[in-house]
């Protein structure tokens, strides 16, 4: 006879069985990879184009600045690449333009250079275009000191501006955090909702087709909600490992490798573990929940609170992670759900102190015990009515329909 304490590990194994040989959630999987994949090689051909990828040149003194251009973007970590095309004379030129729109012309007219794009004007915000005004400016120094009679270090001295920071840097910019604001944001959104929903939605076909009657024959209710919960929570941090590895794994080979710091690594451990955490409380709740529909129709009806509870942490982070040393952003890290995205992303940047996670963990683990006591409260007092849709007073305070 079956150890009834041990049973949800038979109920979470076919939780888990079930939904590896079904078919649409293979499928699904494999377009999140073949879609992940087709971003990174996307944004690896974006990337790819630059403000200009050639500077096309009539004689040395153009040539000795492109490469000067080069140096300068070198050291400033730019994965800009600037190639030299030699022209015989501006006719050659102006015919390289007319054949490649990234390719733009350098020449000194009347002691001033110029920078000519062929049918539009080289942007002044791009970082080859900096490069290049920056080596003009090198060599019309050296220049002008060549012929005032001085050495040219004498008259740049001191015109440099060092730049820093007092605080010290993770190595990832604020462009880094806002993007991994979003994609924390989705992830969780996306998985929460789409897990929570597959959850509501077995509750309430077990309930309809009379299975859970014979479940329940020689499983508690308390087994089946764990083993539910348990089996749920394995796939979806599954997956979401998957995701966040194959992404960064993706991002690695791209013209962005740079941003995997250690500190993004670190910040992706910890919203896999808050996940893990705020996932539970959230799978309690969309079970107790499908407990509550006596039809699949009622679904949406009793699953939308904690859809639209979702929607609102979604859209807190986007809004508030512009300022991530904003009080908006600092109470999110000790609500619980939100902290689940809103805590790695303040480690991100060292805008939490090193008992900040500890703190906010234990917060989180804090509500996930209570989510799961009150769910399976009303899943034990629901999941055997069929007269209608339960309220959540009555699915609260009525008797227990199964031990």
């Given amino acids: 006879m079956t150890n009834t304490s041990s049973a949800w590990r038979l109920v979470a194994s076919r939780e888990v069985d079930v939904k590896l040989r079904d078919k649409g959630f293979i ?11 087709a971003i990174s090689v996307v944004l690896s051909i974006i990337s790819s184009k630059h403000d200009h990828d050639s500077v096309v040149v009539t004689d040395d003194k153009a040539a000795a600045i492109v490469k000067v251009a080069q140096q300068d973007l070198a050291a400033r970590g730019s994965t800009d690449k600037t190639e030299v095309v030699r022209a015989a004379d501006e006719a050659e030129a ?3 333009l007319q054949n490649d729109d990234n390719m733009v012309y350098l020449h000194q007219k009347d002691g001033q250079w110029h920078l000519d794009g062929y049918d539009k004007t080289p942007s002044a915000d791009g970082s080859s275009t900096g490069a290049m005004e920056r080596a003009v400016a090198v060599a019309a120094v050296a220049d002008n000191a060549k012929v005032a009679g001085v050495d040219a270090s004498t008259m740049t001295k001191g015109m440099s501006l060092q730049t820093g920071q007092v605080k010290p840097s993770d190595g990832t910019s604020e462009a ?8 924390f944001s989705v992830l969780f959104m996306m998985s929460a909702i789409y897990y929570g929903v597959m959850i509501a939605n077995s509750v309430v076909e077990e309930n309809q087709s009379r299975i859970v009657e014979i479940l329940l024959t020689g499983v508690p209710a308390r087994q089946l909600l764990i083993g539910k919960i348990v089996g749920n929570t394995v796939l979806a941090v599954g997956q979401l490992i998957i995701i966040c590895g194959l992404s960064m794994l993706a991002v690695s080979f791209s013209q962005w490798s740079n941003i995997i710091t250690f500190a993004m690594s670190w910040s ?6 808050f996940f893990l955490v ?5 799978a309690s709740l969309y079970a107790a929940a499908g407990s509550m529909a006596s039809r699949s129709e009622d679904v949406q009806n009793t699953t939308s609170p904690l859809m639209y509870l979702i929607m609102i942490i979604y859209f807190w982070v986007v809004f508030s992670m512009s300022n991530p040393d904003g009080m908006s952003a600092k109470i999110g890290s000790y609500v619980p759900i939100a902290s689940v995205v809103f805590m790695p992303l303040r480690m991100l940047g060292h805008r939490a102190e090193w008992w900040e996670p500890i703190v906010s963990i234990f917060v989180t683990l804090g509500f996930t015990v209570f989510a799961v006591l009150a769910g399976e409260r ?3 007092r629901s999941i055997l009515q069929t007269n209608g849709r339960v309220s959540f007073k009555n699915a609260w305070k009525q008797n227990e329909s199964v031990a």
Wanted: avoid cysteine.
């Fill in 94 to 96: 102006h015919r390289e």
């Fill in 378 to 380: 009303i899943y034990r």
């Fill in 176 to 183: 880094v955090r806002y993007m991994l604001a979003i994609v």
């Fill in 268 to 273: 992706v451990m910890w919203f896999l573990l």
């Fill in 278 to 282: 705020g996932f539970v409380a959230l």
């Fill in 27 to 37: 499928i699904s999987m494999i377009i999140t990879v073949l879609l992940i994949v």
